[in-house]
């Protein structure tokens, strides 16, 4: 089943302690990205990878890192999380300019 | 920065009546996407139109797109509801890398 996971889905930290929320595909698409959902702001982008070694920054990139060593895997490193990184993060992936998939979001609470 | 804007925020309607979803848009686009979303679940692809594209139909839904204006409207006919959910439009930039770029969504809510 073609799919995008993520995990955790639901996590609860504190401040400051580094976390990462891996994602994972299996389409074999080029391009993934990362977006985090707040109430009234929609979907923002974080990050996005057009492909193996290739990120580039999305609108939010601030207190986040991402790295894509192989095509399937699209790793978001919180280094120092801080409570307004409090949000649902989404991973998707695509071919070129193409239709998303969404993993199952990941909701993340930093106290 | 957010590209699509959806207009209304929220729209309730009675089971069996149309649903008009607009969005609009500031700069040229290669496609526009509308999106579904169930509360607090991933998002899911409805319809993708192209910017020489004009209208589409998938199912009970029709989205047109006006490149003049930079506006897209999705109308669902005859709502049920499960269709009751948040609705997104994205674009994606002529020659951007970027990708999409989200509106902030419309909640639609389909009473029985």
């Known amino acids: 089943e073609a799919q995008v996971t993520q995990n955790p889905r639901y996590l609860i930290t504190v401040t400051g302690k580094k976390l990462t929320v891996t994602c994972s595909q299996n389409?074999?698409?080029?391009?993934m990205s990362w977006y985090r959902q707040d109430p009234g702001l929609g979907l923002r982008q974080i990050y996005y990878?057009?492909?193996?070694?290739?990120?580039d920054k999305g609108d939010v990139p601030e207190g986040y890192k991402v790295s894509r060593k192989e095509k399937r895997n699209f790793p978001l490193i919180l280094e120092s999380p801080s409570p307004n990184q409090t949000s649902l993060y989404f991973c998707?992936?695509?071919?070129?300019?193409?239709?998303?998939?969404f993993g199952p979001g990941t909701r993340l609470t930093v106290t | 920065s957010q590209q699509g804007e959806e207009d209304p925020q929220a729209l309730s309607i009675q089971e069996g009546e149309n649903a008009t979803m607009n969005c609009s848009y500031k700069?040229?686009?290669?496609?526009l996407q509308w999106y579904r979303q169930n509360s607090g679940r991933g998002l899911v692809h409805l319809i993708l139109?192209?910017?020489?594209?004009r209208e589409k139909h998938s199912g009970r839904l029709r989205v047109t797109l006006d490149t003049s204006k930079k506006s897209s409207s999705l109308l669902i006919t005859a709502s049920r509801a499960a269709d009751t959910a948040s609705y997104f439009c994205?674009?994606?930039?002529?020659?951007?890398?970027?990708?999409?770029?989200f509106g902030s969504g419309t909640q639609l809510t389909v009473l029985p």
């Open positions: 998707a992936s695509s071919l070129q300019q193409g239709e998303q998939y």
């Open positions: 139109i192209r910017s020489n594209e």
């Open positions: 389409m074999n698409h080029e391009y």
């Open positions: 700069t040229s686009i290669n496609n």
């Open positions: 990878s057009m492909n193996v070694e290739v990120t």
């Open positions: 994205a674009t994606v930039h002529s020659g951007s890398a970027r990708q999409l770029t």
